[in-house]
């Protein structure tokens, strides 16, 4: 793999956990809560900065990827949800969204995939949040990204849970391959329904993202107002999160700081939004387009959500996903 590549992959993953730790402090916030605290959001707004399940669920998929590449399959995914989560004595873990407490309950309770995914939030943002290491594993080749990540996901969740990880796991294999926004875009629509409510916030997000203006303000206003669903209560629906991911970047022309900006002053899974933003734009435009002193800002993740992640970095696991890394490094 040439360094642009490389520099691609470093800058997909890198972009996620620098857009989930510029969102968190605004997770499930209005966009006038985040005025109110803060005016408009621009950089970090802690002295220490960290991401949330997004990276560490990223990460778990992305070891899980680099040990078994395009052979990957269900019992596989199963075989490393028990082994590094369910069947670890909980402790500090916080188990993440409401989809992957679902799935824990269900496997301690013996059950197998698909019948896992079974439980109310199917729908959620969960896979979506861990889907872009299998656009970076699958680079250029959407199609197998979303094949991938669906194979990851059926533990987890279905229907529109399984087409935002598609959505995003396609867009960033489009990116990695020098796709520009509209390139990127289409991928992601091409690996999910026509019909399906992903397709649709994602496309009207797109649209209103072309009609707004440049004043930060009113093109948050007009991304956020095509997709979000007003009164319902849970934020990490996936339809409404990965529509506001796409339209934060597609607003940016696939800058990556605009795209990470506008998807964390949005608010609602801010997290997870700028994650998936950050995502785009970092695959699109390499590593090297990350302002400097936010990636500096990411370190090891903490185990935070996930114990058994802590001490990777992100870096690593990018690493991992490249063509030419050392094949011991898996075994």
């Not at 608010?267 to 390499?286: I, K, N, P, Y």
């Not at 690593?316 to 898996?330: K, R, W």
Request: aromatic fraction near 6%.
């Amino acid at each position: 793999m040439d360094w642009i590549a490389c520099d691609r992959a470093r800058g997909a993953l890198l972009g996620l956990a620098v857009g989930d730790a510029l969102g968190a402090p605004a997770e499930n916030m209005r966009p006038s809560e985040i005025r109110r605290r803060w005016g408009r959001i621009e950089g970090f707004v802690t002295d220490s900065p960290a991401g949330t399940d997004d990276t560490e669920y990223a990460i778990f998929s992305g070891l899980l990827l680099a040990r078994h590449g395009s052979a990957l399959t269900v019992a596989h995914v199963e075989k490393a949800w028990h082994h590094w989560i369910a069947d670890l004595d909980e402790g500090p873990f916080r188990g993440a969204g409401f989809s992957e407490r679902g799935t824990l309950e269900n496997l301690r309770r013996g059950l197998a995939a698909p019948i896992t995914a079974q439980h109310r939030h199917a729908w959620s943002d969960g896979l979506a949040i861990r889907a872009a290491p299998f656009g970076v594993f699958a680079a250029g080749s959407p199609g197998e990204a979303a094949r991938l990540v669906a194979v990851d996901g059926c533990v987890s969740h279905d229907g529109e849970g399984i087409y935002g990880g598609q959505a995003v796991a396609a867009g960033v294999a489009a990116a990695m391959a020098g796709a520009g926004p509209a390139g990127v875009i289409g991928a992601a629509l091409s690996a999910v329904p026509l019909d399906s409510w992903t397709s649709r916030s994602l496309r009207r997000a797109v649209v209103a993202a072309e009609r707004a203006g440049t004043d930060p303000l009113g093109r948050e206003r007009t991304v956020r107002s095509a997709v979000v669903v007003g009164g319902y209560p849970w934020t990490d629906l996936a339809p409404e999160a990965v529509g506001l991911a796409f339209g934060a970047f597609a607003a940016a022309r696939g800058d990556f700081r605009t795209s990470v900006l506008t998807a964390v002053n949005m608010g609602r899974d801010a997290d997870t939004t700028a994650a998936v933003a950050g995502a785009l734009a970092g695959a699109m435009s390499g590593a090297s387009a990350i302002p400097p002193d936010w990636a500096a800002a990411i370190g090891p993740v903490r185990g935070s959500c996930l114990p058994s992640m802590r001490g990777y970095h992100v870096l690593d696991i990018a690493d991992l996903l490249t063509p030419y890394d050392d094949a011991e490094a898996l075994s």
